[in-house]
């Protein structure tokens, strides 16, 4: 049951994220530091699992994973939760669409991962309120906060694309913010006029969702006008940025939220940020010149189930510090996995050379407008692209020549390329426009 202390709660952790602010990455080092402490001598030692570590610094501790998480689930929380009860709640959620069951104050979430592995999750109430809190303080602009807290004026109305609803994100709706819950499962088509019967001021959806969304809207079928549009789930490509800005009149805002925490955010000037005011991140870096790295994340603000120097599965590419002062880390994109890099030999064929997604999207992009959507999947020394356009053949050809191009520059074997047509879309299913299925290294 809601209490109705709980909108109070959330203004309270909204607050003090807003009024959060460091100097200099030496303060929010310092700022982290503190919170680790803290975390690492009172928390870490209540999870069975981690308690051979108590006293020991962050370092010591071995690095974890999903596989790991889900196999030692009951070590890896504070509750004593087994991963089997866990489990049963969250498949019947899933199967009855009716995501409020919990165990006492516990949400219990299950997320199918980019790379279709399982996870569990499990949240407390207060964790779930101090998240609301922070993500409102993150995604909301001023102008439409003023609206929340405006009781003379409409409430602020978000329509949330989701694979699955949970208790942490209804915490959201409040008498000032009503949620529409759109289910990923359903066409969009069957969206559109709900959408226009109730328009949002807010619209959050995965990338892939956008897009389709943005071409009906083009298109005519699709009449609002949203004040503040936020990709989430997937990577937001570069070619879906001006086409969703140009359909509904405003930039594409990030937030980086997965099963292991609420990692980044789009600032007002546009910078997308990690939120390392809430989570610890060392980067594992994939290159010699520090361009990208694979994040171990310790999220010192969860008490129940423990992310602790947690490996992800994602690429995050470094930009150049933003321009709007805060010091927390800006990154240009996730791109994507680690199981969406390529790998293709050398030329000499004595090494293999990793061919990051964001380079085989930038061929994709160089190829022109007549390929309207693309997929590239690797299997062995052969890749095979489904394309969207007009003509496959004519395409094709366009793309195999920005391919060479690519191939010649990293000095690489070029692979085998077949093309087809682009097969029909899964509802629920993210998007993965570049994937590798093995073979090659």
């Known amino acids: 049951m809601t209490s109705r202390f709980e909108p109070l709660t959330v203004l309270r952790h909204f607050a003090a994220a807003r009024a959060m602010r460091h100097r200099d990455r030496a303060a929010l080092g310092a700022w982290q530091r503190r919170r680790l402490e803290r975390f690492l001598a009172h928390v870490l030692p209540r999870a069975p699992y981690y308690a051979p570590w108590a006293g020991k610094p962050l370092e010591a501790i071995p690095v974890a994973g999903k596989a790991l998480m889900m196999r030692e689930f009951a070590g890896f929380n504070t509750r004593g939760i087994g991963r089997e009860q866990a489990m049963e709640i969250a498949l019947r959620a899933e199967r009855s669409r009716d995501f409020r069951p919990a165990i006492g104050d516990l949400t219990v979430g299950l997320s199918s991962g980019t790379s279709g592995n399982r996870g569990l999750f499990l949240v407390s109430s207060a964790e779930r309120l101090r998240w609301a809190g922070i993500v409102l303080a993150r995604a909301l602009p001023r102008h439409l906060f003023a609206r929340v807290v405006s009781p003379w004026r409409e409430p602020l109305r978000i329509a949330f694309f989701l694979r699955a609803n949970s208790n942490l994100y209804t915490t959201l709706a409040s008498s000032r913010v009503a949620i529409g819950y759109f289910d990923l499962l359903e066409p969009v088509e069957a969206h559109v006029a709900r959408l226009m019967d109730r328009p949002p001021d807010v619209l959050v959806a995965p990338a892939g969702i956008l897009r389709l969304l943005a071409l009906a809207a083009l298109g005519g079928r699709l009449r609002i006008a949203p004040q503040h549009v936020i990709s989430i789930a997937e990577v937001l490509e570069a070619d879906d940025v001006p086409l969703i800005a140009r359909a509904f009149g405003q930039p594409v805002h990030q937030l980086y939220q997965c099963t292991e925490g609420f990692l980044g955010y789009t600032c007002a000037l546009g910078g997308f940020h990690l939120n390392e005011t809430y989570v610890h991140v060392e980067p594992e870096w994939l290159d010699a010149e520090r361009t990208r ?38 990154i240009a994109a996730v791109e994507g996995r680690t199981d969406d890099v390529l790998w293709l030999a050398d030329t000499s064929g004595t090494r293999m050379t990793a061919v990051f997604p964001d380079l085989v999207r930038r061929s994709m992009l160089f190829a022109g407008d007549s390929v309207r959507d693309y997929r590239v999947r690797q299997h062995g020394d ?37 093309f087809t047509g682009m097969p029909p879309s899964v509802a629920g299913a993210k998007r993965r426009r570049v994937e590798y299925a093995g073979g090659a290294r």
């Open 382 to 418: 052969e890749l095979q692209i489904a394309l969207e356009s007009e003509s496959v053949e004519s395409s094709g050809a366009l793309v195999a020549g920005e391919l060479a191009r690519l191939w010649d520059e990293l000095r690489v074997r070029p692979p085998r390329v077949r």
């Open 293 to 330: 790295f694979v994040p171990l994340v310790t999220d010192f603000t969860r008490e129940t189930q423990l992310i602790v120097r947690y490996r992800l599965n994602d690429i995050l590419r470094v930009a150049e510090p933003c321009a709007c002062g805060n010091p927390e880390r800006t």
